[in-house]
């Protein structure tokens, strides 16, 4: 006998009043409805081993057995019956209601609808008693601690639903997909699925820290915890946890996303809405997350009895929730993937410890670092909080400072030039634990190559420090310290009416995007200064593009609405371009960068800024055995 398990209350048919108030309607639909209710039921029976058997796709024989707390033999016939419960007794305990079950329906439901037995024993009974649905009778039998309830023959008196029903195999894949959704969020729980005499699915109770992670990689597979992060967050009495799909890993259907609000399996817009949201700036298109997330929140800021299958539900803050799961995703989904892998290769109790270490000095207070500040500092300072590593800040700035657009590749050379004899030093001591290592090589002018502990890693270079800049830009510009450098000498262009017309339209917002632009004669235009991370860029290309975006736009709404997309082509030219030659010392600044910058690991189109290529890949691909 499992020590957790309580004798449970009796069951008790619910008074009238209390029958009026409950969401009714169809619970048996098809043989998956059956097993999700049984399991149910088993769950909240205290088991912690749920052994499903079916025959034909689960219409001829559904059975569950469960080593719950039983069902004493006088309350036998009770549950059956309609809106008996033992899980509720009045309006109080509804609205605060932490069992899967509150209705005091499914067994009768389903009893309705097929020949039912219960089978059942609980600490107090010295052997186990069977109830026969159809006759009612009640005879000793032999069986352990639980229950097993045996459904046969379901519809056999509507042969009209029965014929709604599809093959075995599609009623089948149901069931396992019922019983899926009960494991992902007990792993605690042993569950075994049984078909037509063999097993089918077979998910191991699970224990300890790492207990979640564990159950999801039996369930969805180990690449869906490969491909995701961990998401930990509390927000009051609201606790979000689970795992986020990385943008690589999203699909064409939203067929993998599993949310869980108190345990219990829901589909919910408000949520749904908040975690595609939280991918808008990495996902791009259509394409959908995959990830399981669980919503832990006081039962009583949620009402589960809105849908007679509870799959839907309604919460009395729903901007809370929304809010909530958005900055829970938003914020796991920030952390470069390099850097979390690496905090948890060093041993780190889990995930989540190891992405809320690395996420709170960096770049979290990075905005309030830069209140108040001296804007030539800015640069600086956006490195210095990350505390990452000294030498990357110093080559992160200098990688800022190099010229890009006067063709030459001086400033580059000199930054590797001036990097001084200490910091190279520190560089070679500390490349064993860079997440993306040491850098190697540039290829075609487009990707550095480099070495890491796992394997090859391989940059999109442009791809990259676009991002880089972009985050830059978005940071400075939420703390209003997007500031902008006059310009020695104004860039002119000849421009079109069009673009004239913008440029004074727009003035102000050009301001706040820390660009200058200035009619010089009737069909010219002078760039007079350009946003300081973005100095060393080409100011012509920058004003034009920037002015054929705005465009676009009405003038007056324009930042609320397209700021990230202004920003985004800013940022194109703030970075470095392909074919430039870089420096290994350059090529090494890059990626320290990289492993301080939120979504760094993808490019502001949504693709990704680097690759793995692991030593088994590569051994595999020269078929070395190892
Ligand atoms: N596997 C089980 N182990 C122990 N008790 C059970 C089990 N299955 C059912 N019961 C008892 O039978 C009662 C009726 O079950 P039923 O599923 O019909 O209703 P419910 O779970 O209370 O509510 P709902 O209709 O919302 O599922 C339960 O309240 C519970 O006391
Ligand atoms: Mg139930």
Same mark, same amino acid.
């Given at each position: 006998m499992h020590p957790s398990i309580q004798p449970q209350r009796a069951i008790r048919e619910l008074p009238d009043e209390l029958i009026s108030q409950i969401a009714a309607g169809e619970v048996v639909e098809r043989p998956a409805s059956v097993v999700r209710e049984l399991v149910d039921n088993a769950l909240d029976a205290g088991a912690t081993h749920i052994t499903v058997r079916l025959l034909s796709g689960g219409v001829r024989l559904i059975s569950v057995e469960d080593n719950g707390a039983g069902i004493p033999a006088d309350e036998l016939p009770i549950a059956l019956k309609r809106h008996a419960t033992s899980k509720i007794t009045n309006l109080n305990e509804l609205e605060s209601v932490g069992t899967m079950g509150f209705r005091g329906e499914a067994l009768a439901a389903i009893h309705s609808v097929s020949e039912l037995s219960l089978l059942s024993r609980t600490a107090l009974q010295d052997h186990a008693m069977r109830l026969d649905g159809r006759s009612g009778e009640l005879q000793a039998a032999a069986r352990a601690l639980g229950t097993t309830v045996e459904v046969k023959e379901l519809f056999y008196s509507t042969p009209a639903r029965r014929k709604f029903l599809k093959t075995d195999a599609t009623e089948l894949a149901h069931c396992v997909e019922a019983v899926r959704r009960h494991a992902l969020s007990r792993p605690q729980v042993g569950f075994e699925i049984w078909h037509d005499g063999k097993l089918v699915e077979q998910w191991r109770s699970q224990t300890g820290n790492e207990e979640l992670d564990r159950r999801l990689a039996d369930? $969805?597979?180990?690449?869906?915890?490969?491909?995701s992060v961990a998401v930990q967050f509390t927000q009051g009495n609201l606790h979000v946890f689970g795992r986020a799909g990385i943008p690589d890993a999203a699909r064409a259907r939203a067929d993998h996303q599993f949310l869980y609000v108190n345990g219990r399996f829901v589909r919910d817009k408000v949520v749904t809405h908040a975690a595609r949201s939280a991918y808008e700036d990495v996902l791009h298109g259509h394409r959908q997350p995959v990830y399981a997330l669980y919503l832990d929140m006081d039962p009583t800021r949620v009402d589960v009895n809105v849908h007679p299958t509870k799959i839907e539900l309604r919460f009395r803050d729903g901007r809370e929730v929304h809010q909530a799961v958005h900055r829970a995703v938003e914020s796991a989904l920030a952390i470069p993937r390099a850097n979390a892998a690496m905090v948890q290769d060093a041993g780190a109790d889990n995930a989540n410890a190891a992405a809320s270490a690395w996420r709170v000095p960096a770049w979290q207070q990075a905005p309030m670092a830069l209140q108040g500040q001296n804007v030539q500092d800015l640069g600086q300072i956006w490195q210095k909080s990350e505390g990452f590593s000294t030498s990357a800040t110093d080559s992160g700035e200098k990688f800022h400072?190099?010229?890009?657009?006067?063709?030459? *590749?001086?400033?580059?050379?000199?930054?590797?030039?001036?990097?001084?004899?200490?910091?190279?030093?520190?560089?070679?001591?500390? *490349?064993? #634990?860079?997440?993306?290592?040491?850098?190697?090589?540039?290829?075609?002018?487009?990707?550095?190559?480099?070495?890491?502990?796992?394997?090859?890693? +391989?940059?999109?270079?442009?791809?990259?420090?676009?991002?880089?800049?972009?985050?830059?830009?978005? $940071?400075?510009?939420?703390?209003?310290?997007?500031?902008?450098?006059? +310009?020695?000498?104004?860039?002119?262009?000849?421009?079109?009416?069009?673009?004239?017309?913008?440029?004074?339209? #727009?003035?102000?917002?050009?301001?706040?995007?820390?660009?200058?632009?200035?009619?010089?004669?009737?069909?010219t235009l002078a760039v007079r200064a350009v946003p300081i991370t973005l100095s060393k860029g080409d100011p012509v290309a920058l004003a034009r593009s920037v002015l054929a975006e705005l465009q676009q736009h009405d003038a007056s709404t324009v930042l609320q609405r397209a700021q990230n997309e202004l920003l985004a082509t800013m940022?194109?030219?703030?970075?470095?371009?392909? *074919?430039?030659?870089?420096?290994?010392?350059?090529?090494?600044?890059? +990626?320290?960068?990289?492993?301080?910058?939120?979504?760094?690991d993808q490019c502001n189109h949504g693709r990704p800024t680097w690759r793995q290529i692991s030593l088994r890949e590569l051994d595999a691909l020269f078929m070395r055995g190892r």
């Open positions: 369930v $969805l597979g180990a690449d869906f915890l490969k491909n400072d190099s010229p890009e657009v006067h063709g030459e *590749n001086q400033g580059f050379t000199k930054i590797g030039a001036s990097a001084d004899a200490s910091n190279t030093a520190a560089h070679q001591d500390l *490349n064993e #634990s860079w997440p993306l290592g040491k850098a190697l090589a540039q290829l075609q002018g487009v990707y550095i190559l480099a070495e890491n502990k796992q394997g090859l890693v +391989l940059v999109d270079m442009h791809a990259a420090h676009e991002r880089i800049v972009y985050e830059q830009l978005k $940071l400075q510009i939420d703390a209003h310290q997007l500031s902008s450098q006059p +310009l020695l000498i104004p860039a002119t262009f000849p421009a079109t009416e069009q673009e004239i017309a913008t440029a004074q339209a #727009s003035e102000q917002v050009l301001i706040d995007l820390g660009i200058e632009i200035s009619l010089l004669t009737a069909k940022a194109c030219h703030g970075a470095v371009r392909a *074919n430039r030659k870089l420096t290994v010392e350059e090529m090494n600044a890059l +990626l320290r960068q990289m492993e301080i910058t939120p979504r760094s």
